[in-house]
């Protein structure tokens, strides 16, 4: 893994590494990763979604990645470590809010 890269590339693989620590709690958690035209070039903001749900909510901000921490901390192993650490407690907050099975049956 190396670090560095343009912004879309590291937009592209911020979106996957998310998607597949996110996936590991349920595989129906999704990543979001929001670079549009007030971002482009300076920062990321990231979420999880699972059905309709979102982490954090919608009604609240993003979670910030500037470019140049994504850039630099796709190269080391602490830095994804911890994100993926961080990927995997976002998705299970989102489950553990999911209403239950049975509930849905009911």
């Known amino acids: 893994m190396f ?40 920062s990321f903001g990231v979420r999880l979604r699972l059905g309709e749900s979102y982490y954090p909510p919608l009604s609240q901000p993003a979670i910030e990645l500037s470019f140049h921490e994504a850039s630099t901390g796709k190269g080391s192993f602490s ?7 961080r990927a995997r407690g976002w998705a299970r907050e989102l489950l553990a809010a999911e209403p239950s099975q049975t509930s849905k049956s009911a």
């Open 79 to 85: 830095w994804c470590d911890a994100h993926s650490k």
């Open 3 to 42: 670090s560095g890269g343009t912004y879309e590339e590291v937009g592209r693989w911020l979106l996957g590494f998310l998607n597949s620590h996110a996936k590991r709690e349920s595989p129906r958690a999704e990543a979001v990763v929001e670079a549009g035209a007030d971002r482009a070039g300076r």
